[in-house]
């Protein structure tokens, strides 16, 4: 299920004529979306292959913005499924196909640092994120924003 396809409130609803004018949407996405659409969405890596779906959005609660988008991939009805912290920054949200793109292949996810539902890491701890913006290339947010 996609982001329109959870849409109660039609945020992304077509209005105008497609091909007239810049966007013919309105409402505020693709830019600025709704945290409860965007739960369950798909996430794919770039070559097309299915790696789970977003089960939580993790929000910093001293700055605001988010942080993590916690994905699930493997296992079989719930069963055996291993949890991924995904930074934001990581994830690209493709409009065209109306899921989430991240750039690691199947294998590489199954070797990213994870965990399960029943034990969930301390996403505060410094060395724990480090090592998660370092598995994905990317830089925590606080070392992008000058204080």
Do not use: C
């Amino acid at each position: 299920m996609n982001y329109e396809e959870r849409d109660a409130y039609g945020m992304y609803k077509l209005s105008g004529t497609p091909g007239v004018g810049p966007d013919p949407r309105h409402g505020p996405g693709p830019h600025l979306m709704g945290a409860d659409t965007l739960i369950g969405n798909d996430i794919y890596n770039k070559d097309g292959e299915d790696l789970g779906d977003v089960k939580e959005i993790m929000l910093d609660m001293r700055s605001g913005r988010v942080s993590y988008a916690v994905l699930s991939f493997g296992g079989f009805l719930g069963m055996g499924e291993k949890l991924f912290a995904v930074p934001w920054d990581a994830l690209k949200l493709d409009t065209e196909n109306k899921r989430f793109t991240l750039g690691v292949n199947k294998e590489q996810l199954e070797g990213a640092p994870g965990f399960d539902k029943n034990h969930w890491p301390d996403m505060a701890d410094v060395a724990w994120e480090k090592g998660i913006h370092d598995f994905y290339g990317t830089k925590p947010y606080t070392d992008t924003v000058s204080v």
